[in-house]
């Protein structure tokens, strides 16, 4: 269970804080999505949440433990074990392979499996790309690629941030599919921010941030 | 106009928004400007020194002197010989002054006393018995050049002798090296006697044929010897050497300029691209780009190419007392200070400048502004590797094609080149097979292996500029190691006695106890096939058979040598006249009738700019030929016996032990390598310099991976090992391929421009700690500066990372 209690970033040079006093419980399974302004804080939000940035003040705990770590290496065990990132711009190791690409942080956290890696690319329609350089692929292979590799791990949370801004409609519409059904199947907890409400709408739980506060678009009620 | 107006104010615009761009490329042009006048500079000087040292004044092309200072030079022999039609021999007298200036400090100077003027010899001639003291001083009677007269803070006052006498005031004369005071010898012998300071040398003030060598050397009278350039003091062969060495840092420093300037455009350029293709997608035509992209080029070449001439020129001047002294020391030659002409040295480097990168970057500048989008910007890609073994074959056969020293010399940039070749078609390729054979169970190091194969083909210039100063280190090391080796076993076979004596009282025999076995070298000017040459007695004891390495021989070699009817020649004399064992040459010494000889043997001179024969005892034995040197060999047992006898010696007469000559030769041998070591460095400091500005570039690029990286839970550090490891295997793949390229090119520098050069070659001689040393040491270098911008690279995790482009 991700647990987010009175988070709150203010940067400085801008008016508002990007999140004031913001809390959400997401149990574990459950796929999030979250709407909003552009830059109204939803990326500073997966932000904190992976660790990459310190809130200014709050607390986030995932199964029960804290995420805001006092020690970078902390962090970096956390994401090793625990996260899965799917970026926008894809980021993918170009010099690797496809299959490289994917089994890379599984190999980091030192449980690969070819078996589990392969059934994830199968999923995701992309097991026949097993040996084909990054430069090769297109944008929703790439997106793929990028989901399979966040997946292959078996992380407990996964972040996306945009996982289809760069894709055309159909191809946003088998990504979105295709990364929701993999972690329902994984039982990885997903949360994932987008501006199309389409693939919001894929999601168990839509939100949508504003001033800092997040709202439940299916009601008026607050997150938590 | 307009259309290329508006590019430019554009570029324009970048600039003042990343200053560090420009700044980089003007810092980097101005480094190749400064660099490129301090060596025209230090070329220039050492050219003029080089030239002076080879003119009438220091080393002619002629020189007659005494055989021994018993017997000196004088008037008579003077007059004699231009009354016999030689007007063009001159009288000079060198010593060595204290001086000092009104109440200045002393310093001691060469002094050059010099009948230019002719009055000297016609005081004789004519009968006139006008004392020296009574001639008026001509103008300029003494002249020093300006940082000599400024060094003795004398300025327009006449200087004091330590004889208390005074010198007229001296004009300054910026022909003349450093160090040294020249006069018009009735001002000298105004200040000295005949008998005090006789005469040193009559020197030819125009060319002399062999021709009249040849006449010359039969009237010469016995105590009078003819030396002929480059046979004086090897000063002509060191600076041979040495313009050798300065044309060679003039070609590195044109190649390091380009290098450097090259690739910092490469940076600017590749930062740019985005704009360049937003300006071509929004109408700006590739005509007008280009030439706004050029004209941008040309503002910052021709600022930095101001500051770089004005900086070199300040800095090789500052820097001159330094350079002086070095050159003074390794070739006992004078140094001559060149005047910088900064509106020529600017048109140079400029002109230089604009004409490599129009050549450079022309290519690379029309594919820029043709770009209409970022696809088609994609990276190089890699030479397919049949292109490598083409350029193999062309490195393998093209020394064959070499014939004098010049096509040898460019065989060896073209080897270079070829190499370059190589390499980017095969170090992609070997970098793939090493990530290939990385376990997977490695994950960090085999990114960074297959990380490595896409580093190398960014950084091209960089790779190549480490290659080949790699390649130059490692046979520049080996050649040197090469010729050490050889040079000691040679010399320490050569000095087979167990010591040798030096006199200059020019006897043919010396008292020694009965233990000691004292053998006089005999030493003469003969001609061999009517060509001159330089004969010199051996003996053939055991001894001295077994010192004498030779390079072929004939099976009964000492058997002709012994009975008078063969000769040993030294490997220049048999490379100039294509002389081989078994030829029948005839040599004719100076008062001797022409005697056959077969040539029995090859031996290696190193150094000896003189072709030289060996001939036996008696063919040379003669007062005249005594040379003062003789080869010391103790009974054994009496070895005590000789240091106890050379403690008897007079001041004339100097002893020294075969180990302390090996010891004087070797060290006289590490001097002339100085700038060798400089031109490793040199070459170092480039592919230092083109690898830090390619990582640079590269640095900007890989900012989402490393983000990545650090998002997949890799530690900072780990990152930071992550990038060192890519650089080190670009580095060992370089040097891999470098260690085979460095041996032949050592072999070229050895048989081919050496050979042509100075007419001798050595056995090559590869040492697995050379190697390894140049290897690790170069490397070591490289990866030392490569971690500047590794600790300036920032792994800060921005999800929304935007690609560099």
């Known amino acids: 269970m991700l647990k987010i209690a009175h988070l ?16 959400l419980t997401v149990p574990a399974g459950q796929s999030v999505s979250i709407q909003g302004a552009s830059g109204c804080g939803k990326s500073t939000l997966l932000s904190l949440i992976a660790g990459f940035e310190l809130p200014d003040s709050g607390d986030i705990t995932f199964n029960d433990t804290s995420l805001i770590f006092t020690h970078t290496r902390d962090a970096d065990a956390f994401r090793r074990q625990q996260l899965g990132v799917v970026f926008q711009s894809f980021n993918l190791l170009d010099c690797l392979s496809v299959w490289d690409n994917i089994a890379f942080p599984a190999r980091l956290k030192g449980n690969p499996d070819d078996t589990y890696q392969r059934d994830i690319m199968h999923q995701l329609d992309i097991a026949h790309l097993e040996t084909a350089m990054i430069g090769s692929l297109s944008g929703g292979e790439q997106q793929r690629v990028a989901i399979a590799r966040a997946l292959a791990h078996r992380p407990a949370l996964l972040l996306a941030d945009e996982p289809t801004g760069n894709l055309d409609e159909a191809t946003s519409e088998r990504v979105t599919t295709a990364l929701i059904d993999t972690c ?35 009601s008026a009620v607050p997150a938590s | 106009m307009r259309r290329v107006w508006l590019a430019f104010t554009t570029l324009l615009s970048l600039a003042r928004a990343r200053p560090w761009e420009p700044v980089l490329i003007v810092f980097s042009i101005m480094v190749a400007c400064a660099g490129l006048t301090a060596v025209s500079l230090i070329n220039d000087s050492a050219s003029q020194s080089n030239q002076a040292s080879l003119n009438a004044l220091s080393s002619p092309s002629l020189e007659v002197t005494a055989k021994r200072a018993s017997q000196p030079l004088t008037k008579t022999d003077y007059a004699q010989l231009r009354q016999a039609g030689f007007d063009k021999l001159v009288a000079v007298t060198r010593n060595r002054l204290t001086l000092r200036c009104a109440n200045g400090e002393s310093m001691a100077l060469d002094s050059l006393a010099l009948d230019g003027t002719g009055a000297f010899f016609h005081q004789r001639i004519n009968g006139e018995s006008v004392s020296p003291d009574t001639l008026p001083a001509p103008v300029d009677a003494v002249a020093a050049a300006p940082a000599t007269l400024s060094a003795l803070g004398c300025a327009g006052k006449p200087l004091n002798l330590a004889n208390g006498k005074k010198l007229p005031t001296p004009t300054a004369n910026a022909q003349l090296p450093y160090g040294l005071i020249m006069m018009d010898m009735p001002v000298y012998y105004s200040l ?19 021709a009249d060598i040849t006449t010359l050397r039969r009237l010469l ?73 050029f004209g941008e080029l040309a503002l910052y070449t021709g600022i930095a190419s101001l500051a770089g001439v004005a900086a070199g020129a300040w800095l090789t001047l500052s820097f001159t007392p330094a350079i002086a002294s070095t050159f003074i020391s390794m070739f006992s030659a004078n140094y001559i200070e060149a005047q910088p002409a900064i509106a020529v040295l600017f048109l140079k480097a400029w002109g230089l ?17 043709r770009l209409l989008t970022f696809n088609q910007a994609r990276g190089p890609t890699v030479l397919p590797r049949w292109l490598g073994l083409i350029a ?12 004098d020293r010049v096509s040898a010399l460019a065989i060896v940039g073209l080897s270079l080149l070829c190499g370059c070749v190589c390499i980017l078609a095969w170090l992609p390729p070997l970098l793939a097979c090493l990530a290939r054979a990385t376990p997977r169970r490695l994950p960090v190091l085999h990114f960074s292996a297959a990380s490595a194969v896409q580093l190398s083909q960014r950084t091209r210039m960089a790779v190549c500029a480490f290659f080949i100063a790699l390649t130059a280190n490692i046979a520049m090391n080996i050649m040197t190691d090469s010729f050490r080796t050889a040079t000691y076993d040679w010399v320490e076979h050569r000095l087979s006695a167990d010591g040798y004596v030096y006199t200059s009282s020019g006897a043919e025999t010396l008292a020694a106890p009965e233990d000691l076995q004292l053998t006089p070298v005999y030493r003469a000017d003969v001609t061999l096939n009517d060509l001159p040459a330089r004969a010199r007695s051996y003996p053939a004891t055991l001894r001295a058979r077994q010192g ?15 009975r008078g009817e063969g000769t040993f020649i030294n490997q220049q004399l048999a490379f100039r006249r294509g002389l081989s064992v078994g030829d029948q040459v005839t040599i004719t010494a100076s008062r001797n009738s022409a005697s056959a000889y077969t040539v029995v043997g090859i031996y290696p001179d190193y150094g000896n700019p003189d072709s030289q024969v060996l001939l036996p005892l008696d063919a040379l034995a003669s007062t005249e030929n005594a040379s003062g040197v003789f080869s010391v060999i103790a009974a054994p047992g009496a070895q005590t016996l000789i240091d106890n006898w050379a403690k008897t010696l007079d001041e004339e007469t100097d002893y020294y032990s075969a180990s302390a000559l090996l010891t004087l030769s070797m060290q006289a041998f590490e001097r002339t390598f100085t700038i060798t070591r400089a031109l490793n460095i040199a070459t170092l400091s480039v592919a230092a310099l083109s690898f830090l500005l390619a990582i640079v570039t590269v640095s900007l690029d890989i900012r989402p991976q490393l983000a990545l990286l650090r998002s997949l839970g890799l530690g900072a550090l780990r990152i930071h090992l992550a990038l060192f490891t890519q650089y080190l295997l670009l580095c060992v793949g370089t040097a891999l391929l470098s260690v085979p390229a460095g041996i032949g090119l050592a072999w070229v520098f050895i048989e081919k421009v050496n050979r042509f050069a100075f007419d001798w070659v050595y056995p ?3 040492d697995a700690g050379v190697l390894l040393t140049s290897v690790l040491v170069s490397t070591g270098a490289i990866l030392l500066i490569l971690l500047v911008p590794l600790s300036k690279v920032r792994t800060r995790i921005d999800l929304r990372q935007q690609v560099a482009l």
């Open chain 1, 8 to 23: 709150s970033k203010h940067f400085p040079g801008t008016a508002a804080p990007q999140l004031d006093g913001l809390s």
């Open chain 1, 184 to 218: 329902r199947h994984t039982g990885t907890t997903l949360m994932l921010v987008t501006h199309a409400s389409e693939v919001a709408d894929c999601t168990d739980v839509s939100y949508r941030l504003h001033n800092g506060q997040l709202q439940s678009n299916q």
């Open chain 2, 192 to 210: 000295y006697s005949l008998d005090e300071s006789p005469l040193s040398a009559l020197i030819a003030t125009r060319p002399v044929s062999d």
């Open chain 2, 221 to 293: 009278p016995p105590h009078l010897q003819a030396s002929t350039a480059p046979q004086l003091t090897g000063n002509a062969q060191m600076s041979e050497s040495f313009r050798l060495n300065l044309w060679a840092m003039g070609a590195l420093m044109a190649v390091v300029s380009l290098f450097i300037v090259v690739n910092a455009l490469n940076l600017m350029y590749r930062s740019r691209l985005a704009t360049l293709v937003r300006l071509r997608q929004a109408g700006l035509s590739a005509r007008a780009l280009s030439a706004a992209l």
């Open chain 2, 353 to 369: 400048s604009m004409l490599a990168l129009v050549v450079f970057m022309l290519l690379p500048v029309m594919r820029l502004s």
């Open chain 2, 392 to 403: 193999l074959a062309v490195a393998l056969l093209a020394p064959a094609l070499a014939f």
């Open chain 2, 548 to 562: 004498l390495v030779t390079d072929t021989i004939a099976p009964d070699a000492w058997a002709l040598f012994t």
């Open chain 2, 764 to 766: 090559l001689q590869i």
